[in-house]
């Protein structure tokens, strides 16, 4: 059985979603990702390890942040979640942090 995890800037950020249907397309992502890791795409340089999964929605672009660990069972570690705006730069540095 898959395992989510979520890291502080990620439950921070999907509690404050008010918007139902954003908030259903993050859960979607998170079953895809659930089902199979791969859907993401891996990230290189210095986010190697992490893969992204693209969220569109009311013409802005999502982001979903998350790495694969394994202990005993897979277990799906979401970082961080947010719009694409930036999204990287936090990302780099919440993970240098």
């Known amino acids: 059985?898959?395992?989510v995890r979520f890291l502080p800037p990620?439950?921070?950020y999907l509690k404050k979603i008010k918007d139902k249907r954003l908030k259903m397309l993050y859960q979607e992502a998170i079953d895809r990702i659930m089902e199979d890791h791969t859907v993401?795409?891996?990230k290189t340089g210095d986010l190697q390890g992490i893969y992204g999964y693209d969220i569109y929605?009311?013409?802005?672009?999502y982001e979903l942040a998350?790495?694969?660990e394994y202990i005993e069972?897979?277990?799906?570690?979401?970082?961080?979640a947010g719009?694409?705006?930036?999204?990287?730069?936090?990302l780099k540095r919440y993970m240098k942090a």
């Open 83 to 90: 719009t694409r705006e930036n999204f990287y730069e936090a």
């Open 73 to 80: 069972d897979k277990v799906i570690v979401v970082i961080m």
């Open 57 to 61: 929605y009311n013409k802005t672009n």
């Open 40 to 42: 993401g795409e891996e």
């Open 66 to 68: 998350y790495t694969v």
């Open 10 to 12: 990620a439950a921070r």
């Open 1 to 3: 059985m898959t395992e």
